[in-house]
């Protein structure tokens, strides 16, 4: 539902409905709902990073062959590098939502930081 906020929740000993607002019409309605996901954004605050770190143009931290491609002068071009989490910043990496190309979901993140650290061993290991 596009341009929908919720406004209330209804029940008396458990969770019943929404009460929806269309934000462009103003009109309200009842939506029956037994359960409620609640995903509060994925704009990423990294306009901090923008001078360290390459981002794309949404703010996204771009990682990988992403962040090489750049063309940001000191990211990591050598055989096998960077590493697929690594950002333009050689021995920095990132995962999870705030990565340029993630799949924005929270099994994802806590996957890809994971594999974020095997990477930080690997990056030591190499000592670069």
């Known amino acids: 539902m596009l341009n929908t906020e919720v406004w209330e929740l209804m029940?008396?000993?458990?969770?019943?409905?929404?009460?929806?607002?269309n934000n462009v019409t103003g009109e309200r309605s009842a939506i029956e709902a037994r359960a409620m996901f609640i995903f509060i954004g994925a704009e990423p605050y990294t306009a901090w990073l923008a001078d360290q770190i390459v981002l794309d143009p949404r703010g996204y931290i771009l990682t990988g062959a992403d962040a090489t491609?750049?063309?940001?002068?000191?990211?990591?071009?050598?055989?096998?590098?960077?590493?697929?989490?690594?950002?333009?910043?050689a021995g920095v990496f990132t995962a999870g939502d705030v990565r340029?190309?993630?799949?924005?979901?929270?099994?994802?993140?806590?996957?890809?930081?994971?594999?974020?650290?095997?990477?930080?061993?690997?990056?030591?290991?190499?000592?670069?």
């Open 69 to 89: 491609r750049s063309g940001e002068e000191g990211a990591p071009d050598s055989v096998g590098r960077p590493f697929p989490l690594e950002t333009s910043r």
């Open 11 to 21: 029940g008396e000993e458990r969770f019943a409905a929404v009460i929806a607002e």
């Open 100 to 128: 340029s190309g993630s799949v924005k979901r929270a099994a994802s993140a806590v996957g890809e930081g994971a594999m974020a650290v095997r990477l930080i061993h690997d990056y030591l290991q190499a000592g670069d």
